[in-house]
């Protein structure tokens, strides 16, 4: 049974997330929180596997206790949150200082029912990482931002798709942190909710070298910049001619996500073929594992993260079972790999080299 405690300052919000995630018959609430003064002592009490967080509270906010809690008492915390632009930058801090994973509170991106899913699964999978790895994965986030960017002598016309769920948020600003200007462009799908995504963009773009933007519809895919697929829209790649842009639109979940991998490394296969680069990054189900096979099968070059840096191996994971990715890297090792500064060699030396599947 997970033991979950439910922090949150409003009454409602508390009843009702309580009350769905006692549906689930692995999950019980052992206790509500109105503020994190509260939550101290009935963790202490409690000891639960997982929280669920709200960020905006009185007296104190739920950054601030996030930090302390992962510093004193780690547990896997998923962020709670309201679409407020204050919300949205702070609950984007929460997942740089440790917590597992965002959803927005019902009203907004999700309804009750599709909070209560998507929340049960998200705890199923917060109940299973370690602090330890989220310990590790950000001090390899560290580590990068402290080396010397990435140079690239030669550029042609290829497309750089990358996709990622759980644990993706510091995976993405990994990678792009050391991706010169020159590079190819970039195209993003992170699963997030709706607003999240423009707040995550301008947050990478004042980290990065490169310019990182939310992907408009018409939006064109240049060298040294990157698009970021907007929440709750799919994103795909189109070409007229030798330009390469993108498509945002609406329709059906894929893989029970939108923005979906999948929808978009479909795209990239069809439209750019060969001279693409594929990389699946950390996160839970399979979105992006079939997209990811088409892009190999159309002769792009594809790559998938590895489990020891995965806060999540479950995306990468399918990739790898079903013959998608080419190349199983280590995270600090994807971003000269999709720029292909590192030779055969070196990839055979940091991780396993798939080219013969």
Avoid: W
Wanted: proline share 5%.
């Amino acid at each position: 049974m997970i033991k979950v405690i439910v922090i949150d300052d409003s009454a409602i919000v508390r009843q009702v997330l309580a009350r769905e995630l006692s549906k689930a018959p692995d999950i019980e609430v052992v206790a509500t929180a109105a503020d994190p003064y509260i939550a101290r002592d009935k963790i202490v009490a409690c000891k639960p596997d997982v929280l669920t967080l709200d960020i905006e509270m009185p007296r104190m906010d739920g950054l601030t206790f996030l930090r302390k809690i992962m510093q004193h008492y780690p547990i896997p915390t998923i962020v709670v949150s309201s679409l407020t632009p204050k919300g949205s930058t702070m609950a984007l801090d929460a997942l740089s200082s440790g917590a597992v994973d965002v959803i927005s509170k019902p009203g907004y991106s999700y309804t009750v029912g599709d909070l209560s899913k998507i929340l049960i699964e998200q705890i199923r999978v917060a109940s299973t990482v370690t602090y330890e790895k989220i310990k590790t994965i950000r001090n390899t986030t560290i580590k990068c931002s402290k080396q010397k960017r990435l140079s690239l002598s030669q550029t042609t016309n290829k497309i750089i798709a990358i996709g990622a769920s759980t644990g993706g948020t510091v995976a993405i600003e990994t990678v792009l942190k050391q991706i010169p200007v020159n590079a190819p462009g970039i195209v993003i799908v992170q699963h997030m909710p709706e607003k999240f995504t423009s707040s995550f963009a301008q947050r990478l773009n004042s980290l990065c070298d490169i310019e990182v933007k939310e992907a408009k519809n018409g939006d064109s895919i240049l060298p040294g910049s990157a698009l970021i697929a907007p929440g709750n829209y799919h994103t795909v790649v189109r070409r007229s001619g030798a330009r390469y842009y993108v498509e945002v639109k609406s329709g059906p979940p894929v893989c029970h996500q939108r923005p979906s991998v999948d929808v978009l490394f479909h795209s990239v296969a069809k439209f750019v073929g060969a001279n693409a680069i594929g990389a699946i990054l950390t996160g839970m189900g399979d979105d992006g594992a079939s997209g990811l096979l088409e892009m190999r099968k159309s002769g792009a070059t594809t790559i998938a993260q590895d489990e020891n840096s995965c806060v999540v191996f479950g995306m990468p994971k399918e990739a790898i079972e079903n013959g998608a990715a080419q190349r199983v890297l280590p995270l600090e090792k994807i971003a000269a790999a999709v720029l292909g500064t590192n030779n055969t060699k070196n990839h055979e030396e940091a991780g396993y080299n798939l080219n013969r599947v």
